[in-house]
């Protein structure tokens, strides 16, 4: 079966502007997570959406905001980018969330300039 | 709040050294522990996970995991390591339904 999908695979921005990442999960599955990582931060969790409604949230400031379709596709969405922001943004789907686990996608690398 | 604590940041051993890597979280609850790998460029896979049952899980690539509740400690054990298990490896915690929280990882370089 396919994996875990995110377009696009690089993505280079300039300072303030705005950028939306795309993740398709496997089929089936209904969680759809989103992290960032850095080296200095490693994995840091984004927000989680099952069944189009966000269940999770973590600490990261409302310029970060993402939603979920019906077909459980998920969108996340930077807003006047920082170059802090620069980061590998992976997303992770899974059936229900919890024991279940989570298969990562190969991430999008964006680079803010 | 769930936290996870990875000792090692960098690990370097020959090729067919035994592998022991350490991870330890903090949650008091019933709790699902995962770990995964990252080779160098590619994306996280799972190694293995314990939600229940034998504390002792066996997982892909010949690696295991204990899980030792009184410790909370979900250490990582492989008995021969190869070259080409160099990669990053990260342990992440959950319970019930809430999200992931990962160690900062621990890097993994094996010379041939």
């Known amino acids: 079966k396919a994996g875990v999908t995110q377009t696009p695979r690089y993505l280079i921005k300039t300072r303030g502007q705005q950028v939306t990442l795309s993740c398709s999960p496997i089929?089936?599955?209904?969680?759809v997570s989103w992290y960032q990582q850095t080296p200095g931060q490693g994995l840091q969790f984004l927000f989680e959406?099952?069944?189009?409604?966000?269940?999770n949230k973590g600490n990261f400031p409302g310029r970060f905001s993402g939603r979920q379709f019906s077909n459980s596709r998920s969108e996340m969405n930077v807003s006047t980018l920082e170059l802090g922001d620069s980061a590998l943004y992976l997303c992770?789907?899974?059936?229900?969330?919890?024991?279940?686990?989570?298969?990562f996608g190969s991430g999008t690398r964006l680079t803010v300039v | 709040a769930q936290s996870v604590s990875q000792h090692n940041h960098h690990v370097i051993l020959s090729e067919a050294a035994s592998l022991e890597l350490g991870c330890n979280y903090s949650?008091?609850?019933?709790?699902?522990l995962f770990w995964y790998v990252q080779y160098p460029g590619q994306h996280l896979q799972l190694l293995l996970k314990?939600?229940?049952?034998?504390?002792l899980v066996k997982g892909i690539k010949g690696f295991e995991a204990e899980f030792i509740k009184s410790k909370f400690s979900f250490n990582l054990r492989k008995p021969s390591v190869q070259w080409s298990d160099t990669a990053e490896y990260f342990c992440?915690?959950?319970?019930?339904?809430?999200?992931?929280?990962f160690g900062k990882g621990t890097m993994l370089l094996v010379s041939p």
């Open positions: 949650y008091g609850g019933t709790v699902n």
């Open positions: 314990y939600f229940s049952g034998d504390p």
């Open positions: 959406y099952f069944s189009e409604t966000q269940r």
């Open positions: 992440a915690v959950n319970s019930g339904y809430s999200t992931l929280t």
């Open positions: 089929s089936g599955h209904r969680s």
């Open positions: 992770a789907s899974s059936l229900e969330g919890g024991k279940y686990g989570y298969t």
